[in-house]
Every structure is written in C-alpha cells, then in structure tokens.
C-alpha cells in the first residue's frame, strides 16, 4: 500500500498524487462520455470493433482535426456534484437539487433519461419543498432504476475519500434526488464505493480483480439499502453480479465472451445493468484484450467498455472514472483528452475539488 494511503497529513509528493487521481477521474468520466456517446445504443459487431479502434487511434494523432465531441448528461450532472461540494462546507441538497434543474433546463438536450425530466420539472414547480418527494413518485412509487444516480457520483468518493461515513450518507442523498429505487441506489453506493477503492490503490501495484470485487461486495452490504421482502431477490443482485464479474474474468477473452458478458451483467440504462459492467471493464482492461490495440489501460478501459455497445457513454464514464481514480492524469493522452468538450474545466473543477477538500478537517 502506498504510504499516503496510512498517512493523515500528505506530503508535497503524496498531495500531487492524490490530486494527479482527482484530476484523473474526473477527466476519465469526461472522456468516457465524450468519446462513448456517438456508440450509444449501438450493437457492435466485430466490424465495429475495428471501426472503434480506428476512432481511438486517429484521435491519440495529434495532427487530426475535429469537432469537440460533446458531453452528455452524466457530465452535466457531475458538473452539478462537483460544484455542490466545492461551493457549500455543509451539504445543501436544495442547492444541489436546484443546480440540476438550472443545468437540464440551460441545456435540456444533453441526452437526460426519459423519465428524470418529469422529476426536474416536479422540483421547479413545488419551488423545492421537499427535495426527495418527485423522485419517491417516480414509476408509481416504485422510484428509478437508472445508472443516472451512478453516472455522476465520482465527486463524492473524492471529496470524501479519507471520511468513509460521510461518503455513504452524502452519496445516498445525492442519489435520492432523482432516484429513490432501491437498485438505483444501491448501484449509486457501488460505483461510489468502486471509485474510492480505485484511488485509494497504489497505481504502482497491479490490482487483484478477485479482491477488488469481495471488498466492494462486503462494502456494499454494509451500507446498502434493503427491502424487506426481498422480491426477485433484489437484495443480492448486486453482490450475484460481482460475483459474476469474477467468474468472467477468469476466462480468456473473445467475441463469444463478450456475448456471455451482456447476457450476464448487461449493457442497458438500468443501474444492475451497467455498474458492475463498468467494473468488469475497468478490472478486464487491467490485461491486454484481444482487438484493442494500445498498451495504455486508461484507453484501454474505455474504448472496451465502447466496443460492448447499449448504453456506451455512461458504462464507459463510469469505468474512465475508475480507471482516472486509480492510474491518475498522468496515465491520460492528453491528444485524446482535448477531443473532449470541457476538458479544461472538468480539470479545474478536480483542482477546485482538491483544494476544497483540503481544508476540511479529517475526522
Ligand atoms: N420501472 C421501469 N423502468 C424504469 C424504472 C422503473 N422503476 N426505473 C428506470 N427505468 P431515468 P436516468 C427505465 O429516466 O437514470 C441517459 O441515456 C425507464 O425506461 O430515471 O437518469 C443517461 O446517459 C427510464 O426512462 O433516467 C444514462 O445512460 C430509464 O430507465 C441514462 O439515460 C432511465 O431512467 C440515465 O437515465
Ligand atoms: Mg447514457
């Protein structure tokens, strides 16, 4: 373990680090949902794959031109996150409730789930009484299932990486603003937990997938909501699906086996769908696989996560924030990076996180 890791005050070396992991999952998220979002809801056949790695190779060429590739809500709702921790020393969950509807009604076209629009418009019009109600009411009280809960949770595993409690409780909230289903917070909790475990890993050592996924499993239950009739054994999904992960990698990869991913884990919107198959991206692309070519992991991860196809911006956000947490900027092409609308502020949106969370007293 790096010794920043046991350490309460950091060093000028350790802080770089730790801010360089800051930088790095931020920009990854960013840059899983820029270069992700042109594949959404595509089925990718091996053809595509090569079209993919084709995409990734002729935007790491610096002599090539083109448009910034646009950002999507789980950006736009991150951006929320982040400027919500930056801004107020005490959580203000009116303030953050009212920064994701003044960001979707700026910008409504940045690709929001059907259903979370009706939960804006619901916050606007009760002027924000009770920031939690429209989302209770969602699917006839059943609350939503979507990743749109995980998508834009990395923040908080930062700005809370060395308050492990405050992370949990801040992360829920955050979440039950626009997603009160049991699954959607809970796959909220698992890429939150996902990220921190990311930073808080030495990118020096190589990660054991095995340990990754019982650590976050056994994170999970400690803190995970629960339903008392535990329908459709809702309450194991999450920790059947990491096991899961396991399993697949212990097996060599192959057209066939991306196959047996989707049929297992997933590429949709719901969050059981797409957060543990973020991780499984994350720890797959840890080794070479087969049709990406590139020895960088970072790229790696996300150009993966593309190449499984459904919901490609926000699998591949989820896991480039992983992937940022534990390698660090450093770790990122900078040519490919740029290709990224926003990528200047999202890295003074990580600084500004930093510094924040740097004046907070450790607890
Ligand atoms: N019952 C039935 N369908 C559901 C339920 C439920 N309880 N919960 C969610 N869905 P939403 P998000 C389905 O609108 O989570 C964007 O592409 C339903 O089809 O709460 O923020 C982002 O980039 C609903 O429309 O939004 C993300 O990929 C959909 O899940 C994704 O959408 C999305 O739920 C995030 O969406
Ligand atoms: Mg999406």
New binding site residues.
């Given amino acids: 373990m790096h010794p920043f890791l046991k350490k309460a005050t950091m060093s000028t070396l350790e802080s770089s680090l730790m801010k360089s992991k800051f930088r790095g999952c931020l920009l990854g998220s960013l840059i899983g ?1 820029c270069l992700g979002a042109p594949f ?1 809801g595509d089925v990718v056949t091996a053809g595509d794959k090569i079209v993919i790695q084709r995409y990734f190779d002729k935007l790491q060429d610096s002599t090539f031109k083109a448009p910034f590739k646009q950002y ?3 950006t736009a ?1 991150c951006k929320s996150v982040a400027k919500f921790l930056i801004d107020k020393p005490e959580p203000d969950y009116k303030f953050l409730a009212k920064l994701f509807v003044t960001e979707y009604f700026n910008e409504p076209k940045r ?9 804006f418009r619901k916050l606007k019009n009760t002027k924000f009484e009770d920031v939690y109600k429209p989302a209770r009411e ?2 006839f009280g ?8 995980a ?1 834009r949770i990395a923040p908080v595993s930062l700005y809370f990486y060395n308050q492990y409690h405050s992370m949990v409780e801040v992360a829920k909230n955050v979440t039950k603003i ?2 009160s ?1 049991i ?2 917070i809970n796959g909220a909790l698992l890429q939150c937990l996902a990220v921190h475990q990311a930073l808080l890993s030495d990118p020096e050592n190589s990660i054991d997938p095995k340990k990754f996924c019982t650590e976050l499993s056994t994170k999970l239950k400690d803190i995970e909501e629960v339903d008392e009739d535990n329908l459709d054994n809702i309450n194991n999904i999450y920790h059947d699906k990491l096991k899961t992960v396991q399993k697949l990698l212990q097996k060599e990869p192959s057209d066939d086996l991306d196959e047996e991913i989707l049929e297992n884990l997933g590429n ?4 059981h769908e ?1 957060v543990p198959t973020a991780i499984y991206c994350f720890l797959r692309a840890q080794n070479e696989i087969p049709g990406i070519e590139t020895e960088n992991s970072f790229r790696r991860t996300i150009q993966y996560a593309i190449t499984l196809g459904g ?1 490609t ?2 699998i591949a ?1 989820m896991a480039g924030a992983i992937a940022g947490a534990y390698l660090g900027e450093d770790a990122i092409n900078s040519v490919l990076a740029k290709h990224c609308e926003f990528n200047k502020e999202i890295l003074e949106m990580a600084e500004n996180l930093f510094t924040a969370r740097e004046s907070i007293p450790i607890k």
């Fill in positions: 949902d959404e999507t809500d789980d709702m690709g929001y789930g059907e259903n979370v629009i009706e939960v969602q699917f059943s609350g939503s299932y979507g990743n749109g809960g998508m626009t997603h289903n699954l959607g949709g919107i719901r969050a797409s919901d911006d926000t956000c």
